[in-house]
């Protein structure tokens, strides 16, 4: 690799590094031709997103997630693990809109979010689902508490219940719908990927906080939606093909390789050790929470890393031009 | 879904919502084969919208040294340095009796049919003009950064330059950032074109490689470009964003190139995201189904 540094390195561009310091000039194979860029330089923008962002990934997963396992826990009497995953689930729909705010530009213009409703947008319709589900579950969670307005209280813990299954998946949906190769090709797998590491959050969590007699479908929750996560990644990074190449490289693949561990033994934990031991259940419990964090995070950087090399870009348009050629002679 | 792209070649809900306000569509066909690389777009587009400095660099990349459009440089031109001819007739410029041509590009703004930008921005700060083109509302913008990843073609930029000093106080001091934190791109003059004026990129073109009008008069002026460039044996003409059909439904600010897209840093077959959005919808509220069905299952068992 022949890298060209510019001169003046010292000084940062708006964009936060070195201009010129992507020096990529290296042509390679594909199709059977030279792929040239310019200068090895992106095409897409890499997100402007921070760390906030993969983080509230999570904490919204596990907010959906919570509500759905408080609701049908409730329904099935175990008003034990109804509480904990009530409260659970309170907690961290409060802490996702400051994770959100706090990613903002403009933070004190945050309420412009709820300006209009745009279907277009996934980041438009999870806004509103974030608003309807924080509010409903916090106004449960302090009924709940204060053990009063048990009408109100119910009616909130019905709205957060039917917002909980979106809101574990739609953050999917909108790191999907964007120019980022990693994130659009993997369209129909993301939703689905997240949806099952917030399943796997949200029994892992609960099983942390539950006695072990009550903890039974936390248990199974932590367990079904880790192997289901385990299995979504690998699916998605094998039908990504050449792009999916980067959860092998750099972040993505380190803490791609993280989460599959830390899920993987907290499962297998919670799933061995979990009936007869709380402590066993809660580092199982604590090791898939952790793991699921390291997934959200890999997904995050992977979209990065695909951003900054044009050849994530192009080859696949260019595949998919050839093949449109091939069909219509 | 009346936003999501649609089959045709016009913007979604345009013009129709302007009614009587409703304008030609506007637009600019770059034609990069009679540009000369004096930078005067980038510069007359950073005086004319008071775009601020963001540093100074050499960048050893020919002759460009703002290497792509951000927040801070809504006009970029590029320059490629090439070892073809520019003519298949074998009337070349030559060193060394090898092959050489120098391209030049100035890159702006697409202003799609189908705008990925403005279909995911959750505060309609985005917008569609009377003139067809997308423009970033700045009191509006609240730095979601959502159409930064969302273009394909990587135009828009989050600005982190501090704030102005004549930016609005902060009503809510504790959630304050010092930096800028608004996403800005090319506005096609929006202010200009109010006015009854060119756009002032394409007012200092010195060659009229940058040419504004009506879009649909640009398109036949390419063509008729094209024909003749390719009657006189140049070397890859071809138009870049005129076609209705692509994948973004045509820009508003289309190319005439010389060589494939990615040698100018600019992608082969772009798509607008939200043109898998029904399925993606569809897809997501299917693992909703299942997220809720998979815990549903999980009390199967009991408490134990």
Redesign the interface.
Known sequence: MTD??????S??????R???SVAWRDSITALGSR?????G?????????QPEIPVYFWTGGIA??SS??HG??RL?G?ET?ARRALYIGAAADVVSPLLL?S????????L??L??F???????VG?WILFISGGASSTAAVLELAGKLRPVKWAAELVSFLA???L???T???V?????PV??EA??EL??L???S??AC??AAAAIATPI??A???R??AV??SL?ALALTEVMERRLGFVGEVYKKEQAGRYGRIAKAATGAGAGLVAWRG?RSRVAAAVGGALVLAGELALRWSVFRA?FQS?RD?RY??IP??T??SAQKGATP | ?T??AQPTGAPAAWPDSYGEEAKPRMGFFTDTTVCIGCKACEVACKEWNLIPE????????SY??T??L???SWRHV?F?EQQKPLKLDGDVASIDAAPLRWLMESDVCKHCTHA?CL???????LFRTEFGTVVVQQD???????C??????????????PRSADDAP???PL???K?????WKCTLCYDRLKGGHEPACAKACPTDSIQFGELDELRERADARLAKLETEGWNGPRLYGRDESDGVGGFGAFFLLL??P?????????VV??A??P???A???L??????A??????L????
């Open positions: 060209r540094r510019p001169i003046d390195q000084r940062p561009r708006d964009n936060g070195p201009a010129g792929m040239d860029s310019y200068y330089r992106p095409i897409v923008k890499e997100p402007v997103w959906g997630a759905v396992l049908v826990a099935t175990n693990l705010i990613d903002l530009g403009r933070p004190e213009r945050f412009n979010m300006r209009v745009k279907v277009t947008s996934p980041m438009s806004s909980g299954p979106p574990a998946t739609y999917g949906a909108l999907a719908n964007t120019s980022i994130w659009s369209r129909d939703p689905w997240f949806g099952a917030a399943a949200a029994g007699s009550e039974g479908p936390a199974r929750a079904g939606g289901a009936t979209g951003a044009p870009t192009v348009q260019k998919r031009l | 879904m936003a999501v963001d540093g100074l660099v050499w960048t050893g990349e460009d040294n290497s792509h951000d927040a801070n590029a490629i990925g279909d995911v921005c959750p505060t309609g700060a509006i913008c609240n730095g979601c950064g959502y930064v990843p969302a273009c394909p073609f990587g135009v828009l930029d989050k600005r982190h330059l902060l009503s809510l959630l304050g950032k930096e800028d934190g608004r996403v060589d494939e990615e040698v100018y840093g600019l992608p082969p077959d772009p995201p939200t898998h959005l399925r993606l919808w897809s997501t509220a693992a909703a189904a299942a997220v809720f998979g815990l549903a299952a999980a009390f068992g009991g408490g134990e």
